[in-house]
């Protein structure tokens, strides 16, 4: 059974910084491209960005780039996503997925606030 | 503004069909599959539908998705109170190098 869970959210505040992390069981991790995508209270689904196999290319959402990156461990069967200067508006729920988003986790709560 | 576009609401009484639609451009449904994903409240999205109209193992065939041209649409057929919930279209945009969702249908079982 494939598994995704997330971890790593809470309260951080305004330019801070907070690491998520994914860990993955039930099928072989280093053979798919992974995502998280976002979903701030309320609103839709935005994706954040995604990783090769490898780990080889990275893509991100403009809304992102130069403060969050993606990275991956196969040897851990996990996938990480380092966030740098937090906003208020990053406040969201965060989900870990796999490839064309076949299976999602159940995300994790990241609230960004003084 | 989402890059993909959805229709905020849509509704229907049970054993009706529904159609929810997406719109989008050249650079993203228009050269790339479309998938398709409903979330319930305080859950995880779930996938629906991959490659523009092929469901998963687990997936009821009254879901239904097809594409032509820049738009996609999904089809729901005899419709149920449990297919309530939010409805995303999805496609990899080749412009922006980036994923794009839809901002979701609200779909109600009235």
């Known amino acids: 059974e494939v598994q995704l869970v997330e971890s790593g959210g809470g309260l951080v505040q305004p330019g801070g910084s907070l690491r998520l992390s994914c860990a993955a069981s039930?099928?072989?991790?280093?053979?798919?491209?992974l995502q998280w995508v976002r979903q701030a209270p309320g609103k839709g689904l935005e994706w954040v960005a995604n990783i090769k196999q490898d780990g080889s290319e990275k893509h991100y959402a403009d809304s992102v780039k130069g403060r969050f990156v993606i990275s991956r461990d196969n040897a851990k069967n996990s996938l990480y996503l380092q966030m740098n200067s937090l906003r208020a508006e990053d406040t969201a729920v965060y989900y870990c997925?796999?490839?064309?988003?076949?299976?999602w986790g159940q995300g994790t709560l990241v609230t960004v606030s003084s | 503004q989402s890059v993909l576009t959805q229709s905020p609401s849509a509704s229907g009484t049970p054993g009706q069909r529904v159609t929810i639609s997406c719109s989008g451009s050249s650079s993203n449904i228009g050269r790339n599959v479309v998938s398709w994903y409903h979330q319930l409240p305080g859950t995880a999205p779930k996938l629906l539908i991959y490659?523009?109209?092929q469901r998963p193992s687990g997936v009821p065939d009254r879901f239904s998705g097809s594409k032509s041209g820049t738009s996609a649409s999904l089809a729901i057929s005899g419709l149920q109170s449990e297919d309530e919930g939010d409805f995303y279209c999805?496609?990899?945009?080749?412009?922006?190098?980036?994923?794009?969702f839809g901002g979701g249908t609200k779909l109600t079982v009235l």
């Open positions: 490659g523009n109209s």
């Open positions: 039930g099928f072989t991790f280093s053979s798919y491209w």
């Open positions: 999805a496609a990899w945009d080749d412009s922006l190098s980036a994923w794009v």
């Open positions: 997925a796999r490839a064309y988003f076949d299976f």
